[in-house]
């Protein structure tokens, strides 16, 4: 099975645009999470999606928003971007079968200048 | 307040030797703990995992120990190995499959040659 896909893998915006990401997760699973790593922040959850629905919402602005579509697949959507969103966005999905266990993909780089 | 916590950002071990990481937690809620591994410019990938229920898991190189009264874990890799440099990450999961996973911020293992 291939495995999750994020695209782009880098992404250079400026303060006050807006920008979406792409996650494609591994074929058959249902749940995509969203995570924002900064350096020395760790990796904090952002939000997940399960069967076109956000199930749970870590603690981020209004800024930050996400949907995800009927073959699974998710975006995420940053508006009004700020200096601090830099940071290195990682989708993360898992099925049934894996419970609580997800698979990450390579991740979004994007800088805001 | 930080539910998860990896107090070394960093550890340093010779090629061969045993490294130990550290992870202490603050919800007794918390029921299950994973370890992922992280290179440059790649997306987490899952290391080993116990469940509550367990106080002890090993998979190869990697044993990871949980003490439940302390609520703390550490992550034992023997013998170390060059490839084994990278970032560490500490998760944990509440009760219930819906719950999302919460992250420490890291360890960056360097094992030296």
């Known amino acids: 099975k291939a495995g999750v896909t994020q695209t782009p893998r880098y992404l250079i915006k400026t303060r006050g645009q807006q920008v979406t990401l792409s996650c494609s997760p591994i074929s058959g699973h249902r749940s995509v999470s969203w995570y924002q790593q900064t350096p020395g922040q760790g990796l904090q959850f952002l939000f997940e999606y399960f069967s076109e629905t956000q199930r749970n919402k870590g603690n981020f602005p209004g800024r930050f928003s996400g949907r995800q579509f009927s073959n699974s697949r998710s975006e995420m959507n940053v508006s009004t971007l700020e200096l601090g969103d830099s940071a290195l966005y990682l989708c993360?999905?898992?099925?049934?079968?894996?419970?609580?266990?997800?698979?990450f993909g390579p991740g979004t780089r994007l800088t805001v200048l | 307040d930080q539910q998860v916590k990896q107090n070394s950002p960093s550890l340093s071990v010779q090629e061969g030797r045993i490294s130990i990481l550290n992870c202490d937690y603050t919800n007794s809620m918390f029921d299950y703990f994973l370890w992922y591994k992280k290179y440059p410019a790649e997306g987490p990938t899952f290391l080993i995992s116990?469940?509550?229920?367990?106080d002890k898991n090993e998979d190869g190189r990697f044993t990871v120990f949980l003490n439940k009264s302390a609520k703390h874990l550490s992550l034992h890799i023997v013998p170390s190995q060059p490839g084994d440099s990278a970032v560490y990450f500490c998760?944990?999961?509440?009760?219930?499959?819906?719950?999302?996973?919460?992250f420490g911020k890291g360890t960056r293992l360097s094992v030296i040659a």
């Open positions: 993360a999905s898992s099925g049934i079968r894996q419970g609580r266990f997800q698979f």
């Open positions: 116990i469940s509550s229920i367990k």
């Open positions: 998760a944990a999961s509440a009760s219930g499959r819906n719950t999302p996973l919460v």
